[in-house]
């Protein structure tokens, strides 16, 4: 951006069968980047860029559609992956992709409008004043059912727990300037939490609060599963405490184990020998649980590393809109 102009912005936004939200997202989208276009806040040359994450649905169609349509000019462009790799790599991709297109900073949200298209303005002011980096931060759950905000709630607590260092309640809605994104790019790993990544950059920082509204259409694309890789995603790649915890685990058997040695010998002596079936058979089981966990936990470590080893890349991008 050269000093006189206003920065170009661009909206990322992943979409994996987002066909039922996509024609309100991309009309309030839309709205919002016009005004802030009025306002002069932002360029004439922002945009909105989807990310679509190897949707089986029309919503590339839609996007396409959206791309080429000229009563639009050139707001809409959009890359779609060959497969679904997943929201945070599909994040990724449109960033990088925002990014090459020499945006001066991107806002990432998420399609299903649970975002508040309205705190843009907020981020844009806090860029504007310097922020490098905007989070957005969500000041209540009220509109997530119980069982979100539980396993929500234990993860946060988990993560800090571990040592991995993030901004509660705030998810992918924040705004990344290019020198932040430029940062991220060259992170290496296979394994992306990018909530976990995007605190570690440094830079200057700003939060903006907003309220969390419910999906506008359709399914969640995170069930259990997805969410729970998530979170061992988010622990793993940040922390080695769970190793740690395995470590101190077995020390702790072992002070148990001689306690019981002692045990043994005393009642050796004292001639009761034979009672004891029940605690034998427990600690058995107990014991073998305990070591498969811990071999477990070893794994999804040595598991992790296969990964990373591969260097395989994150994404295949099939299609790249102008
Ligand atoms: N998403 C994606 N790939 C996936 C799953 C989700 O790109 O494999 C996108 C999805 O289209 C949406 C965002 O990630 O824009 C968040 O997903 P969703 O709203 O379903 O998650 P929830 O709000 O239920 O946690
Ligand atoms: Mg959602």
Same mark, same amino acid.
């Not at 396409?64 to 000229?70: G, M, N, S, V, Y």
């Not at 449109?94 to 303005?121: F, K, N, T, W």
């Given at each position: 951006?050269?000093?006189?102009?206003?920065?170009?912005?661009?909206?990322?936004?992943?979409c994996?069968?987002?066909?039922?939200?996509?024609?309100?997202?991309?009309?309030?989208?839309? $709205?919002? =980047?016009? /005004?802030?276009?009025?306002?002069?806040? *932002?360029?004439? &040359?922002? +945009?909105i860029?989807?990310?679509? !994450?190897?949707s089986?649905?029309?919503?590339?169609?839609?996007?396409?559609?959206?791309?080429?349509?000229?009563?639009?000019?050139?707001?809409?462009?959009?890359i779609?992956?060959?497969?679904?790799?997943?929201?945070?790599?599909?994040?990724?991709?449109g960033?990088?992709?925002?990014?090459?297109?020499?945006?001066?900073?991107?806002?990432?949200?998420?399609?299903?409008?649970?975002?508040?298209?309205?705190?843009?303005? $907020?981020? =844009?002011? /806090?860029?504007l004043q310097?922020?490098? *980096?905007?989070? &957005?931060? +969500?000041?209540?759950?009220?509109? !997530?059912?119980?069982?979100?905000?539980?396993?929500?709630?234990?993860?946060?607590?988990?993560?800090?727990?571990?040592?991995?260092?993030?901004?509660?309640?705030?998810?992918?809605?924040?705004?990344?300037?290019?020198?932040?994104?430029e940062?991220?790019?060259q992170?290496?790993?296979?394994?992306?939490?990018?909530?976990g990544?995007?605190?570690?950059?440094?830079?200057?920082?700003?939060?903006?609060?907003?309220?969390r509204?419910?999906r506008? /259409?359709?399914?969640?694309?995170?069930?259990?599963s997805?969410?729970?890789?998530l979170?061992?995603?988010?622990?793993?790649?940040?922390?080695?405490?769970?190793?740690?915890?395995?470590?101190?685990?077995?020390g702790?058997?072992?002070?148990?184990?001689?306690?019981?040695?002692?045990?043994?010998?005393?009642?050796?002596?004292?001639?009761?020998?034979?009672?004891?079936?029940?605690?034998?058979?427990?600690?058995?089981?107990?014991?073998?649980?305990a070591?498969?966990?811990?071999?477990?936990?070893?794994?999804?470590?040595?598991?992790?590393?296969?990964?990373?080893?591969?260097?395989?890349?994150?994404?295949?991008?099939w299609?790249?809109?102008s």
């Amino acid at each position: 951006m050269n000093a006189s102009d206003a920065p170009t912005l661009y909206i990322v936004v992943p979409c994996f069968n987002e066909e039922e939200v996509l024609p309100e997202t991309s009309r309030r989208l839309r $709205e919002k =980047v016009q /005004a802030l276009v009025a306002s002069k806040k *932002i360029g004439e &040359g922002s +945009r909105i860029l989807f990310s679509n !994450d190897g949707s089986t649905d029309k919503t590339w169609e839609m996007v396409r559609q959206l791309h080429d349509d000229p009563a639009f000019g050139s707001l809409y462009t959009g890359i779609s992956l060959a497969h679904n790799r997943g929201h945070q790599n599909a994040l990724y991709a449109g960033l990088m992709a925002a990014l090459a297109h020499g945006c001066d900073a991107a806002v990432s949200m998420d399609a299903d409008l649970q975002d508040d298209v309205d705190a843009i303005d $907020e981020m =844009v002011d /806090a860029y504007l004043q310097g922020a490098n *980096i905007v989070y &957005g931060v +969500r000041d209540n759950r009220d509109t !997530d059912t119980r069982f979100k905000r539980g396993t929500a709630e234990a993860f946060y607590g988990l993560m800090k727990a571990m040592g991995t260092e993030t901004v509660p309640n705030s998810a992918d809605f924040r705004l990344m300037d290019a020198k932040a994104l430029e940062a991220l790019s060259q992170y290496g790993e296979t394994n992306l939490f990018l909530r976990g990544i995007v605190p570690t950059l440094g830079f200057k920082t700003a939060k903006v609060y907003y309220r969390r509204g419910e999906r506008f /259409a359709g399914q969640s694309k995170y069930p259990l599963s997805k969410m729970l890789s998530l979170a061992v995603d988010g622990i793993t790649s940040f922390s080695v405490t769970p190793l740690r915890i395995v470590t101190i685990g077995g020390g702790v058997f072992v002070l148990i184990a001689m306690v019981m040695l002692a045990y043994a010998l005393i009642s050796l002596a004292m001639g009761t020998t034979v009672s004891g079936w029940t605690s034998l058979l427990v600690s058995i089981w107990f014991v073998g649980g305990a070591l498969m966990i811990s071999l477990g936990v070893v794994g999804e470590y040595v598991g992790r590393i296969y990964m990373e080893s591969k260097q395989r890349p994150r994404y295949i991008v099939w299609e790249e809109l102008s």
